[in-house]
C-alpha cells in the first residue's frame, strides 16, 4: 500500500475516536407522544410522517390471516398447461368456497408453468380435498398438497431433512 492509502485509512479507521466528543442524548429526557409516533431517519429538512395509531395492531393481525391462510392453501402439481385459474377455481369450488386461485407463470413468456395454489375459505374443504385421492383436471391426474412456505424449505442447518424422507 503506497503511504498516502496507509494516511487515508488512518483517517478513517480514527473516525469513531470523534464521535467520543458528541454529546450523549439524554435517556430520561421527555418525549411527547408525536416524537414517539413520527419517523425520524429522514434527511434534514425532508417532511416525516407520523405512524398511525393501532399500525402495530394491523400488522399482527395481518400476520394472522396470512397463517391462517397458509393452513387453507393448497399445493396443486402437474396441472395441464391451457387450465386457467377460472377452472381451477371451479374444479376445487366442489371442495368449498375457493378464496383465491393462482397459476403460476413463467415471467418471461408468461405461460403456465404447471402448477398452482387454491386457498379455501375454511378448513373443512382443504381436509375433504384431501382426502379425495385422485383428482382429475383438465384431462390431467394433479396433486394436492399442503402447501409449505419458503422459508421452511430454506435452511443452511438442514432441519428440514429430519422431517422429509
Known sequence: MAETEINIVHEVLAEPDDLKDLPEED???EQTPADVNTVT???????T????????ATESKADADEEDDQEKKLFIG???YSTTEDQMSEFFSKFGKVS?????K???TGNSRGFGFVCF?????????MKAGNLQLGGRLVEAKRSVPRYFLRS???WLSDFVS
Open 27 to 29: 435517556p430520561k429526557a
Open 41 to 47: 431517519d429522514q434527511p434534514d429538512g425532508a417532511a
Open 49 to 56: 410522517t407520523p405512524i398511525e395509531e393501532g399500525a402495530a
Open 78 to 80: 402437474g396441472l395441464n
Open 100 to 104: 383465491k386461485a393462482i397459476i403460476m
Open 106 to 108: 413463467d415471467k418471461m
Open 121 to 129: 375459505q375454511d378448513l373443512a374443504a382443504v381436509e375433504d380435498c
Open 156 to 158: 443452511a442447518s438442514g
